[in-house]
């Protein structure tokens, strides 16, 4: 393990991405209050202090083999809540530029991250602490100033449907901006519960079938 970490450090300390991610997997279940005492007691630790940290329970792991085994490729069906009065720009039958709620964004993180929510994302969710603590910054303090401050995200699906004050989904999974959805939905500080508008672009292909998802290829 040793000299594994040590070639892998060697050959990405260049990178101006470089970060180190330390995994513990723990082999039953805890609550979400159990995983924060563990994370704490590990920041406390001044060796750990430069790692990236992430804990795993067993139904996670499980829940992800699962995933992997049955190829799940999106979320079947879903919905955002967006904000009517910004407007939307639309782009015929197949896309559509909006604002839309962060806090139902958590909703889709909470209910389908390991459910397809990722699955077409190509690049998932790579920890740069950098960007990370400037996203959970503006989280915490500029709310108000995310939307310039972000790129927004990009959804993927067979079909939408604008439906008053929210966009119903089928067969979806959000191809850009897993990082912005996983680090907004794991977020647990202040203001957590005040909502502000995030742009999504959200793309379909001009007909269904199993291959409609290469229309997520090539927004990539």
């Known amino acids: 393990m040793r000299r594994i970490y040590r070639e892998k450090y060697d050959d990405a300390v260049e ?27 590990l920041k406390k630790i001044e060796e750990l202090e430069d790692f990236e940290l992430s804990i795993f329970y067993k139904n996670e792991v499980e829940q992800q083999i699962k995933n992997f085994e049955n190829g799940q490729r999106y979320v079947r069906e879903g919905r955002v809540d967006i ?54 910054s503006s989280l915490k303090k500029k709310r108000d100033k995310f939307w310039f401050l972000n790129n927004g995200i990009i959804i993927g699906c067979k079909d939408f449907h604008l439906d008053g004050d929210n966009i119903k989904l089928e067969d979806f999974s959000i ?17 957590e519960d005040l909502d502000f508008p995030i742009s999504c672009k959200i793309v379909k292909p001009d007909h269904g079938g199993e291959d409609y998802l290469v229309v997520y290829q090539k927004v990539c």
């Open 83 to 136: 904000y009517k009065d910004h407007g939307f720009i639309k782009n015929g039958e197949n896309g559509l530029l909006v604002n839309i709620s962060a806090l139902s964004v958590r909703k889709l993180y909470d209910k389908y991250r390991d459910e397809g929510l990722f699955e077409q994302n190509f690049r998932y969710f790579v920890r740069n602490k950098k960007i990370d603590d400037q996203i959970n």
């Open 15 to 41: 990178d101006e991405n470089f970060s180190i991610e330390l995994v513990l997997f723990i082999n039953t279940n805890k609550s979400e209050e159990y995983r924060d005492e563990i994370s704490l007691h």
């Open 175 to 191: 191809i850009n901006g897993c990082q912005t959805t996983t680090i907004l939905g794991s977020y647990k500080g202040s203001n």
